[in-house]
């Protein structure tokens, strides 16, 4: 059974830090495209960052890119996000996901994890 789990997230103040791991099973992540994206309620799913196939580039929107940071470890089938410098803005659902390519439409990703929730607070 194909699967993606995310784990790590919490409840952080402003100004800290957490890294987001999501674990694959029954498939391997390399030499997929892989997606984190994140979800607040009444809002728009949007991208916050993906790496592209071969780990050459990381694409993202500016208000992530410099305080979060994407990488992989195939040895372990997973995926990690590193956020820095978290801000209430950053409070959501994060998922993980895979594609071919970073595709801008988070639409043409195949697979998806069930969430972990990330909370930014004082």
């Known amino acids: 059974q194909l699967q993606l789990v995310e784990s790590g997230g919490g409840l952080v103040q402003p100004g800290g830090s957490l890294r987001l791991s999501c674990a694959a099973s029954?498939?391997?992540?390399?030499?997929?495209?892989l997606g984190w994206f994140r979800q607040a309620p009444g809002k728009e799913r949007e991208g916050v960052l993906c790496i592209n196939r071969d780990d050459s580039d990381t694409y993202g929107p500016l208000s992530t890119k410099g305080r979060f940071t994407i990488s992989r470890d195939n040895a372990k089938n997973t995926v990690y996000l590193q956020m820095n410098g978290l801000k209430p803005e950053d409070t959501a659902v994060y998922y993980c996901a895979v594609a071919e390519y970073c595709y801008s439409d988070y639409n043409r990703f195949n697979y998806w994890g069930q969430g972990t929730q990330v909370t930014v607070s004082s």
């Open positions: 029954g498939f391997t992540l390399d030499g997929y495209a």
